[in-house]
């Protein structure tokens, strides 16, 4: 659980020339990014500044703090949906920024996904979804209940597509070069004719990029939430 002194504590200046909090979590969030949050360490983030680990813990108290200025520094990096006094549009735009950010560390949606985050950019970025659903209902309990599914969508949607990019990594073959690897078994199964739905997806069936599947999909869930608020 995120120690609230993470917020408050005064921290000392850097000295002259020295990393500063501000450098110190760039150089975290950029490790994680590229080789994943397991990566993170208070002495490869020293190293990686020219610095000493024990400097680095005159302005960070350990690595859960570190983490816990990472996801805040990540939530402030986009300016905040501006209103359009129209619910539909305002919460989309809650999703596709929420949506980018995640896109942009790969990392950071694992670590939205329990507790919330309660850094300044954090409380922020939640005023401002919250600002958005309230539009759709007064009632905050509902309004909550509506984002957390807004949210839960864009969760899950980001999660498939970073699972499709860890197996190319992994693999080393992309979608359609393992989907082509996989013809001959697949021919076969079709051919038994046991699958006559499965058989139309292939045969049949688009293949939308993920721009235009979450687009769909978060289009589907707007059109829920405004019969279930019948508005």
Same mark, same amino acid.
């Given at each position: 659980?995120?120690?609230?002194?993470?917020?408050?504590? !005064?921290?000392?200046?850097p000295r002259r020339?020295?990393?500063? &909090?501000? !450098?110190?979590?760039?150089?975290?969030?950029?490790?994680?990014?590229?080789? *994943?949050?397991?990566? &993170?360490?208070?002495?490869?983030?020293?190293?990686?500044?020219?610095?000493?680990?024990?400097?680095?813990?005159?302005?960070?108290?350990?690595?859960?703090?570190?983490?816990?200025? @990472?996801?805040d520094a990540a !939530?402030?990096?986009?300016?905040?949906?501006?209103?359009?006094?129209?619910?539909? %549009?305002?919460? $989309? $735009?809650?999703? #596709?920024?929420?949506?980018?950010?995640?896109?942009?560390?790969?990392?950071?949606?694992?670590?939205?996904? *329990?507790?919330?985050?309660?850094?300044?950019?954090?409380?922020?970025?939640?005023? %401002?979804?919250?600002?958005?659903?309230?539009?759709?209902?007064?009632?905050?309990?509902?309004?909550?209940?509506?984002?957390?599914?807004?949210? %839960?969508?864009?969760?899950?949607?980001?999660?498939?597509?970073? $699972?499709?990019?860890?197996?190319? /990594?992994?693999? *080393?073959?992309?979608?359609? /070069?393992?989907?082509?690897?996989?013809?001959?078994?697949?021919?076969?199964?079709?051919?038994?004719?046991?699958?006559? @739905?499965?058989?139309?997806?292939? #045969?049949? %069936?688009?293949?939308?990029?993920?721009?235009?599947?979450?687009?769909?999909?978060?289009?589907?869930?707007?059109?829920?939430?405004?019969?279930?608020?019948?508005?």
């Amino acid at each position: 659980m995120t120690d609230p002194s993470v917020w408050t504590r !005064q921290r000392p200046e850097p000295r002259r020339r020295a990393p500063g &909090v501000d !450098q110190y979590v760039a150089v975290a969030l950029a490790v994680a990014d590229t080789e *994943g949050l397991d990566a &993170v360490s208070m002495r490869r983030v020293a190293g990686d500044l020219g610095s000493g680990t024990a400097t680095l813990y005159r302005y960070i108290t350990n690595r859960d703090e570190l983490v816990d200025l @990472m996801i805040d520094a990540a !939530q402030g990096e986009d300016a905040l949906p501006e209103s359009s006094q129209g619910w539909r %549009a305002d919460l $989309a $735009a809650v999703a #596709h920024s929420l949506r980018a950010t995640l896109l942009r560390h790969p990392w950071l949606a694992a670590e939205l996904a *329990g507790r919330p985050s309660l850094g300044p950019n954090s409380l922020r970025r939640s005023e %401002a979804a919250l600002r958005a659903a309230v539009t759709l209902t007064p009632d905050i309990t509902r309004a909550a209940q509506a984002l957390g599914a807004v949210r %839960a969508f864009v969760l899950g949607s980001v999660a498939d597509q970073q $699972a499709d990019r860890r197996a190319e /990594q992994r693999s *080393g073959l992309t979608k359609e /070069q393992w989907q082509h690897s996989l013809g001959p078994y697949i021919t076969k199964v079709l051919a038994a004719g046991e699958h006559p @739905m499965l058989a139309r997806r292939v #045969h049949e %069936a688009d293949e939308p990029d993920p721009d235009v599947d979450f687009t769909f999909g978060l289009e589907c869930l707007l059109d829920g939430l405004a019969t279930r608020f019948d508005r």
